[in-house]
């Protein structure tokens, strides 16, 4: 058996790969990476590319999935055949000491049939369903990328004793000046409610305050003079920590830069399953960390949101945030691939 630790990373927005490069860099010898699209996107860490397991524009997927048991499994899928084939071969051929799974229930079942201990990365929300609850109770342990005040109130008490809570998981902060003027408006790789033309009736509402978007949003057509378009980014904790004031919505990479910055916080959640999102952002709104929106607001609304954001105590939220959090959590991931070999 090596002492390396494989770690699985979903592809669905970025959060998952973030999380992953800021945990493994604490120890690059250790991990391997492996997930869909990682080549190239992995700082100089080892990695194993799999297939992809959705479905190409226009190919026909049997949607059937035993949800009692499994998330995702469609039949016949050439892709999912052989991910599946190229983990097992790498469990294998590099016998490792522990698994992070970050996150899917088939990946974490497959290791844990191939005799490898697991660690699970448990998101937010309400997941007590079947096959949530299986990858939970056959992980040797659940790692949570937050503060444990943010976890969904309704957590069964066995999952929370079953959990090592990580807050602060980040790729470090910049101590940037603070520009007063500027409202930073992140768009994650996973979708959200922001479109052009609300962008722009927010912009004119408030003309003193420069409006960056970083992200994957569009630009409109017609630019206001007073909204800027980044794009995607490299440096969105710097980014987050120069603003007077973030919007944004409750993804763990968003929030935990947000928490780490002490910036002024407007939230709005994404729809997105087991209420993740809804879920984190009503803790945060309970906890005084932020301003929660369940809808984009009218033009007219806006200056009274921004003053309620200006008047969030930053002791609300350093108190979510510990510092180092990304090295905390790769030394009880070493701890954990020790006690289990």
Known sequence: MSGLIGYYVHHQGDGHRQRALSIAHCAPERFVMLGTGLAQRTDGLRCVDLDDDRPAIGEYIDPLSPEDCLHYAPLHHAGIQRRIATVAQWIARARPALFVIDVSVEVAMLARLAGVPTVYVRLSGRRDDAAHCQAFRAAHALLVPFHADLDDVATPHWVRNKTWYAPGISRGHSDAQVDDHRILVVSG????????????????????????????????????????????????????????????????????????ARRPFICLPQTRPYDEQGSKARRLAELGAAVVLERLPDPTEWPEIIRRARSLNPRDQARLHVVGGAQSACEWLLATAERST
């Open 189 to 260: 790789a996973g979708g959200g409610m922001w479109d052009a033309a609300a962008l722009r009736a927010a912009a004119a509402s408030l003309p003193q305050y420069t409006w960056r978007v970083i992200g994957q949003l569009a630009p409109p057509g017609d630019l206001p003079i007073n909204v800027e378009f980044r794009g995607w980014v490299e440096d969105a904790d710097a980014q987050i920590a120069a603003a007077a004031i973030v919007v944004g919505h409750a993804g763990d990479g968003t929030v935990s830069s947000v928490l780490a």
